[in-house]
C-alpha cells in the first residue's frame, strides 16, 4: 500500500519561491500520484526517513512537511541537447530531521519525474546531499 498522496499534499509547505499553486508543483504531485506503492514509501522515506505514514497523519511530523526551492541556472538549459540537460541538472536532495525536500526548479515534468526517481531509487542516504 502506498501513501495518502492527498494527505501529504494537504499538509505539506513550501519555501524559497515554490507555492503549491505553481505548475512545477502540479507535476510534482501528478508524478507522485503515478508512482507505484513501493515507490511512493521510498520518497517518503527519502524525505522523512520513514517509509510509513505517521498512524495520526502526516500533520503530525514535526516539523511539518515542506519542498524547498533549489533555483537552476538557465545556463544550464540553453544551448543544450536534452541527454546533456539530463547529465547535468542535479538530483533532489533532503534533510530527513527537517522533513525538507530540496526540489530543483526543472524546466519539464519528464525531467523532474527521472531525477526524483534516480534519488529515491538510490537507496543512498546522506551521501547524496
Request: glycine share 4%.
Amino acid at each position: 500500500q502506498g501513501i495518502d498522496v492527498k494527505s501529504f499534499q494537504s499538509t505539506m509547505t513550501y519555501a524559497a519561491g515554490y507555492h503549491a499553486s505553481q505548475p512545477i508543483m502540479h507535476w510534482f504531485w501528478e508524478i507522485i500520484e503515478e508512482m507505484t506503492a513501493d515507490q511512493q514509501r521510498k520518497l517518503l522515506k527519502f524525505m522523512t526517513s520513514c517509509s510509513r505514514q505517521p498512524l495520526l497523519g502526516f500533520s503530525s511530523l514535526d516539523p511539518i512537511p515542506c519542498i524547498q526551492q533549489v533555483r537552476l541556472n538557465d545556463a544550464l538549459f540553453v544551448g543544450r541537447l536534452p541527454s546533456e540537460i539530463v547529465k547535468q541538472t542535479p538530483l533532489p536532495t533532503s534533510a530527513t530531521c527537517m522533513n525538507l525536500l530540496k526540489l530543483p526548479n526543472y524546466r519539464s515534468k519528464e525531467l523532474m519525474r527521472q531525477k526524483l526517481l534516480a534519488s529515491i531509487e538510490a537507496g543512498a542516504g546522506f551521501e547524496l546531499s
